[in-house]
């Protein structure tokens, strides 16, 4: 493939996981399956509002992109939110909480498919973040800090699963 042809773009990723889903589906697997699909209503419909679409939905994973990195942190935060709620009428030991990761970089582009480190560090730093959370990348870091009145932590350098830099 010649690489001149690839198509590339700037794209705010959104990486999300359930925490401890496999557990869930040894436990009660239709359960899990209803809870899994209600939360990913809340989340398409949020990534929705906030100018985004949903890439793919692999297993418990979400993968969104959104044309900025504040779009993509107010859905996170917002979508973290939905779920506490929607939890809240669980039980304890069958709540699905969520992790979310923010990464602001380069994809290239096939069809309605994405593909990159971009991706590839979304979901790294999705899995540095607590459950219930979001963590996000410098570059996203930078573009918000200012803008949204979030609190923040610097986790400093973090080593990610091959992931070079």
Not at 16 to 36: G, K, Q
Not at 76 to 104: F, K, T, Y
Not at 126 to 142: F, M, Q
């Amino acid at each position: 493939m010649d690489p001149d042809a690839v198509v590339r773009r700037l794209a705010a990723i959104l990486s999300a996981d359930a925490v401890s889903y496999s557990r869930l589906m040894a436990e009660d697997e239709v359960a899990t399956l209803r809870t899994l699909q209600a939360h990913r209503e809340h989340l398409a419909r949020l990534v929705f509002q906030h100018r985004g679409r949903v890439v793919d939905l692999p297993g418990d994973n979400v993968l969104a992109e959104f044309p900025s990195a504040l779009d993509a942190v107010r859905s996170a935060v917002e979508i973290q939110r939905a779920l506490e709620a929607s939890n809240a009428g669980l039980p304890l030991d069958r709540r699905m909480e969520s992790r979310i990761g923010v990464h602001l970089g380069d994809v290239m582009v096939d069809g309605d498919r994405i593909y990159g480190d971009g991706i590839n560090i979304a979901a790294r730093i999705e899995r540095l973040a607590e459950p219930g959370g979001v963590c996000v990348s410098a570059p996203v870091w930078d573009q918000v800090r200012h803008k949204l009145g979030l609190p923040g932590e610097d986790l400093g350098d973090q080593a990610l699963k091959n992931i070079p830099e």
